[in-house]
């Protein structure tokens, strides 16, 4: 079997050179050959989005590169062309080629620079715009109707699914606009049917050719996971957030799953928090829109409050690189196109993610939150006015108050590096350690306000009498760190690949549970019910539930 793969090498940080190859393998993977590179020269290399085969010819074969436009081989790979007369907008992200016309071939082809679709009736030698109907798409993938060539389908970054009857001649909404879809099939058997996959929320099933939509994933996983928080008074009651998902509740302990998406303007959630005086209040911190706020008592929508905090209007990633929590969205797409504007907009203050969101145990009426790229707001009032706390321009991945004292908080900051420590309530700001660091979380050890424990991208550390000492998991990414409730020498971390436990405080480590290896945790939460059961929220797989004893 003849089987074409294209692929993606490392890269200057999201730009060229890419190290874009497609491959060939004739004997059914046995054996890979290179048959197309160094698309836009060696300054590029240039990668490939998608490729397409001609259904009735299958010597023909075409490519939709990253910002090259479209490539095509007549002899099987053998040799490439460039076929871009009329395309104006290179960006191209999927091939779709009508089955039912054999040569010349009908192409369409979407790009990805908001400028629409592309026809072809000449195997690629002409193009034209279709673009009635399309306003400031980002398409990421064509589908065809194979039993009806003129529905074609976009997925699309902005817009979620639009359709067209005619070939392309005029486009409308069909569905799941709320949605970032990075995949589109018709069912093949019965057109009546698509799928669609989402990043960050999982699968959907259209009917009806689209006009409507129900989620389709009993026994699906792959979800981004940010946290989790368990209601105090029922221990079955569980709400999780989800980067791209929104968030969706539970009412058996987590077997089953529902979204509880009402009037939540920002499906990209960083932390869920209950308010510590009234556990039916819930807030969502948003990458995009600020804090969202529901009162699960009374009903299940969501108000956007906090008009004072800062919201992310720039759309950068969240995450740099580097970052552990970094995966495709910030890699790849979408935000290639905006990297060369990303100094200028990263120094706006009201372009920013909320990450962490503190409330002190002295005073409930004092929260602080932790942003991207804006450093530390603070609250009086429980949340409902803010003001800047400091640390202004810089990321704060996690945020900890003294349980005695809500004047004095520690920040792991992503600029600069380390742990930054203020007494004052954020009026001012010293650094207080790990500056060669990468910090990514914070806890308290228990008894001991003035000593903490750190997660960097160096393994685990705990500060004792003014001095930071590495305590096991030398050149392993920590990412999450929390306490068992019960047993105060228990340390949990979650790491870039999968969890430790020490069970006496950090002399010695065990990897633990083995599921969960491979994946990157996010949270780590505890029934307040009933602390032997712990949560963890990853990066890939959702939710998971364990038990320690």
């Known amino acids: 079997k003849i089987v074409y793969i294209s692929t993606r090498g490392d890269s200057n940080n999201g730009g060229p050179p890419w190290n874009g190859i497609v491959y060939k393998s004739s004997n059914g993977g046995g054996k890979w050959l290179p048959v197309l590179k160094n698309v836009g020269g060696s300054s590029q290399e240039d990668w490939a989005y998608a490729l397409d085969i001609h259904p009735n010819k299958p010597k023909i074969i075409y490519a939709a590169t990253h910002e090259h436009g479209v490539y095509r081989s007549l002899d099987s790979g053998k040799s490439w062309s460039a076929v871009n007369s009329g395309i104006s907008d290179m960006s191209t992200r999927s091939i779709a080629i009508d089955p039912s016309v054999q040569v010349p071939a009908t192409l369409y082809t979407g790009v990805w620079r908001k400028t629409g679709v592309f026809k072809s009736i000449t195997s690629g030698d002409s193009w034209w715009l279709e673009s009635n109907g399309l306003k400031d798409e980002q398409i990421f993938h064509v589908a065809i ?8 389908y976009l997925a699309t970054f902005t817009h979620g699914v639009i359709k067209t009857k005619n070939g392309g001649n005029s486009w409308f909404r069909s569905g799941l606009r709320d949605d970032q879809i990075i995949a589109l099939v018709v069912n093949p058997k ?113 108000l956007k409050i906090g008009d004072n905090l800062p919201n992310m209007a720039s759309g950068l990633p969240t995450f740099d690189v580097d970052h ?45 939150m932790g942003t991207s790229n804006a450093g530390v707001y603070k609250s009086i009032d429980g949340g409902t006015s803010w003001q800047q706390g400091g640390l202004s321009g810089k990321t704060i991945w ?24 203020s007494s004052d309530g954020g009026g001012t700001w010293e650094r207080f350690g790990l500056g060669d660091y990468k910090v990514y979380a914070l806890a308290h050890v228990p008894g001991s306000p003035v000593s903490l424990y750190a997660g960097t991208n160096n393994g685990f ?28 020498d228990w340390i949990i971390v979650g790491t870039s690949n999968g969890s430790y436990i020490s069970r006496n405080g950090g002399a010695t480590w065990r990897k633990e549970p083995d599921v969960l290896n491979g994946k990157t945790i996010t949270s780590i939460s505890f029934d307040p019910n009933n602390p032997s059961i712990i949560y ?14």
């Open 461 to 488: 550390y705990q500060i004792e009498n003014g001095e930071w000492q590495q305590k096991g998991l030398a050149g392993i990414v920590v990412t999450a760190v929390v306490t068992h409730p019960a047993h105060p």
């Open 324 to 368: 552990p929590f970094a995966g495709w969205q910030t890699l790849v797409e979408p935000f290639e196109d905006i990297i060369e504007n990303a100094m200028s907009q990263a120094a706006l203050a009201k372009d920013s993610a909320l990450l962490e969101m503190r409330f002190a145990q002295p005073d409930p009426n004092v929260v602080y």
């Open 145 to 152: 109707d194979p039993l009806q060539p003129s529905y074609l």
């Open 190 to 302: 019965n057109n009546k049917i698509l799928y669609a996959g989402t990043q960050g929320d999982g699968l959907f099933k259209g009917k009806n050719k689209g006009e409507t939509w129900v989620h389709s994933q009993s026994g699906i996983t792959a979800s981004w996971a940010t946290s989790l928080v368990v209601h105090p008074d029922d221990s079955n009651l569980l709400f999780a957030s989800l980067y791209g998902g929104g968030v969706v509740k539970s009412i058996d302990g987590g077997q089953t799953w529902e979204d509880f998406n009402d009037n939540l303007g920002d499906r990209y959630i960083h932390q869920l928090v209950l308010n510590p005086q009234n556990s039916d209040i819930i807030y969502a911190l948003t990458d995009k829109e600020g804090m969202y706020w529901c009162d699960i008592s009374v009903g299940s929508s969501w």
């Open 398 to 421: 996690d945020l900890l108050v003294a349980p005695n004292d809500s004047a004095q908080l520690y920040a792991a900051v992503d600029q600069d590096g380390g742990v930054w420590a």
């Open 536 to 549: 963890y929220s990853t990066t890939s797989h959702g939710v998971f539930k364990a038990y320690l004893y």
